[in-house]
């Protein structure tokens, strides 16, 4: 019988520690961050479809929004980008991992989006209380459309 060399033995131990590592990584959650900054290429995540819009789509759906402090937001949708215009800025952001609706980000601003209503913060930790938030409460406008006149009788 033929002892390992010293060698032999701590590469192969160096090798199993760190695929005890990397699989306790996975389980516990630690890696996820590292894993959600890349989305898999042959199935990106989706944003919701707002106002019933496909979500997969190839031209841009804009909707505006009234937040408090009579503060105005436009966004652009087009697959996995939102152009935010805030402030007369226009910001350009992806997709992001999110639990709930939709999350966009261009690393200085987060937009969040559910439903019809949304609101904008800060890209920073913001402490405790967590990030700033620079127009809360947004609802989304809906165009008036004009009723159709009855027909003369």
Request: net charge positive; aromatic share 12%.
């Given at each position: 019988m033929?002892?390992?060399?010293?060698h032999q033995e701590l590469v192969r131990n160096f090798d199993t520690a760190r695929r005890w590592l990397l699989s306790g990584m996975i389980v516990c959650g630690i890696a996820q961050p590292v894993v959600a900054q890349e989305p898999?290429?042959?199935s990106p995540p989706q944003p919701?479809?707002?106002n019933g819009?496909?979500?997969?789509?190839?031209?841009?759906?804009?909707v505006s929004y009234s937040c408090d402090n009579k503060i105005h937001i436009q966004v652009s949708y087009r697959g996995t980008i939102a152009r935010v215009t805030y402030e007369g800025q226009v910001h350009v952001m992806k997709q992001v991992l999110s639990a709930d609706g939709g999350?966009?980000?261009d690393g200085k601003l987060?937009?969040?989006?559910?439903?019809n209503g949304g609101f904008l913060t800060d890209a920073?930790?913001?402490g405790p209380s967590g990030p700033p938030r620079l127009a809360d409460n947004c609802k989304q406008i809906v165009p008036k459309t004009e009723s159709p006149t009855a027909p003369p009788g």
């Open positions: 033929r002892l390992p060399s010293l898999a290429p042959q919701p479809a707002p819009a496909p979500a997969a789509s190839t031209t841009w759906h804009r999350r966009y980000s987060v937009w969040w989006s559910k439903g920073s930790d913001g």
